[in-house]
């Protein structure tokens, strides 16, 4: 596998390719700033680690996707891990080292091809889990936009860390204690956003070009500064009030590469290490094939990405990650979201938000812990309603119960647990669909007065066994019966114990009773362009 492949990609870029992917990699950043800061904290690790994770998925890993429009950054999925491995391994630093570790996994997954293992999750529980997410946003930011600021940006837990309430009793104590700048703030935010929205679709022109989200940044930052001299009880703060974008910033004197912290590795002595560093980089990975599973439904142009590249890019990143001080990455569907819905039409959107949070770091802190989170929220809350549209439910529905169950399964599941266990929850839910409706299909029976035909449609396993005793039991006396095992390549024992002793009760009942081609364990070997049958056991 050529790790740099993806660069070819760029060789035939376009300038209107820019014009679209530009903008898009402005609305990421402004999605994944507060994200990244959020992360950090929730971790438990130092803020600029967080950045310094969103620089390298952006930078790094989305010059190497194998996808041209997922965007990835530090994970909320992780947060728990993180604080933990850090509290148990004693330092920073020495969790560094696992990070590296973690990633040298990853990038050994991808060399191995072992992301053919994404396409093993039904369609089913991927489409739950982009709604999920949609409503964990909603929900989760729903507090910001009131001005309740207790739980960290990026926590996407039901139970939350920060502050022991959930999902639900935060929205309450939000709504209890809102605070008037913030709710004009975001209204007015959403409200923008909507009429930015239909203007692009409508007009096109400066509306299409300038992005909305930026639009609403400027909106906050100036609502808030007009609340400070008109209505001192409506303002919201500055840098150092929590309702405001945080950027850790550089202090005079210090040199640029002082926020950097160096990795540890003498820790790789502990045998803790290696556990931290194996749990990571399975989990990372797992949430990294599914997302990318969700970018592919996202995009518009339905772009099929490699998911062993995609694993080699992200063992990469977290390499790099791990070496300068940042957070393990993962592809992530908020920021591949917000990037699609910003119109992106390559990798270069990703680059390109990882760029301008480079340049936050080093260049713009200051004026960034201007923006309030309330404006953030209602650029992320319709980000989330994107993700979550009512019309999504519906379509669904109509698909069937096999394929809704397990959506909706899904969905619950995320909403009040985590993403993993939702997921994992989903999966089993809609395992158990795919073998009922399979085995529902496993054989035919054709009835023309007392002619009966059990035809098997396929290869028939013990898990058929409940359907295939049910309509052995509603033959009546008289019937002449034929089983025909043609097309079954393999019929389990269980299944053939239960035709062969079938044949004393039809006996007893009057019941004519003739098996054709039924064989135990039958496989078929094509020579040329005949098929001969082998009879492994009779």
Not at 106 to 133: C, D, E, H, T, W
Not at 312 to 330: E, H, R
Not at 459 to 487: I, S
Request: glycine share 10%; proline share 4%; aromatic share 10%.
């Amino acid at each position: 596998m050529n790790i740099f492949r993806p660069l070819k990609t760029l060789t035939n870029y376009s300038g209107s390719m820019l014009r679209a992917d530009l903008p898009s990699g402005l609305s990421v950043f402004l999605v994944a700033l507060p994200l990244c800061l959020g992360i950090a904290l929730a971790s438990g690790a130092p803020l600029f680690s967080g950045l310094v994770a969103g620089m390298i998925g952006g930078i790094i890993v989305g010059l190497l996707s194998g996808s041209e429009v997922s965007v990835s950054g530090p994970a909320a999925g992780l947060a728990v891990i993180v604080a933990d491995s850090i509290e148990r391994l004693g330092s920073f630093e020495s969790f560094l080292a696992a990070v590296v570790l973690a990633g040298v996994i990853q990038f050994v997954l991808g060399i191995l091809r072992a992301g053919k293992f994404s396409g093993y999750f039904p369609n089913s529980v991927i489409k739950g889990m982009l709604v999920a997410i949609g409503l964990v946003i909603i929900l989760k930011q729903i507090p910001h936009a009131l001005g309740r600021d207790n739980d960290y940006e990026g926590e996407f837990e039901f139970q939350q860390l920060a502050d022991g309430e959930n999902t639900i009793s935060e929205i309450y104590r939000a709504v209890v204690t809102a605070s008037t700048g913030a709710v004009l703030i975001s209204v007015l935010s959403f409200l923008l956003l909507i009429f930015w929205d239909k203007a692009a679709k409508a007009k096109g022109g400066f509306f299409k070009v300038f992005p909305g989200g930026l639009a609403v940044v400027i909106l906050g930052v100036a609502l808030n500064e007009f609340f400070k001299a008109t209505f001192p009880g409506w303002y919201l703060g500055d840098t150092a009030h929590q309702h405001m974008v945080q950027v850790p910033e550089i202090k005079a004197g210090e040199s640029l590469f002082s926020i950097f912290y160096l990795p540890d590795f003498s820790a790789l002595t502990n045998p803790q290490v290696y556990g931290i560093a194996i749990t990571i980089a399975v989990v990372a990975s797992l949430e990294t094939l599914l997302n990318l599973e969700a970018s592919d439904r996202l995009d518009p142009l339905k772009r099929v990405s490699s998911p062993d590249q995609e694993l080699a890019a992200q063992g990469i990143g977290n390499m790099l990650s791990g070496l300068i001080g940042g957070l393990p990455v993962t592809s992530v569907v908020v920021r591949t979201t917000a990037n699609v819905i910003g119109g992106a039409k390559s990798r270069v959107s990703a680059l390109i938000h990882g760029v301008l949070l480079m340049l936050a770091v080093f260049l713009a802190a200051p004026m960034l812990n201007r923006i309030p989170l309330a404006c953030l929220a209602a650029i992320l809350i319709m980000v989330g309603y994107k993700l979550a549209n009512p019309d999504v439910f519906k379509k669904i529905y109509r698909e069937g119960w096999n394929q809704f169950i397990p959506f909706f399964v899904t969905v619950v599941g995320i909403v009040f647990t985590d993403l993993l266990v939702g997921i994992g929850i989903g999966l089993v839910v809609g395992i158990l669909f795919i073998l009922y409706t399979n085995f529902q299909a496993a054989f035919r029976v054709i009835r023309d007065g007392n002619k009966v035909l059990i035809k098997f449609q396929k290869d028939l396993y013990f898990l058929v066994k409940p359907q295939l005793k049910e309509a052995l039991r509603e033959l009546q006396p008289g019937d002449q019966v034929l089983v025909d095992g043609t097309h079954a390549s393999f019929i389990d024992h269980d299944i053939y114990d239960i035709l062969q002793e079938f044949r004393e009760t039809a006996q007893s009942q009057g019941i004519h009773y003739e098996l054709k081609n039924v064989t135990l364990q039958k496989r078929r070997i094509r020579n040329h362009a005949r098929t001969r049958e082998v009879v492994v056991g009779e």
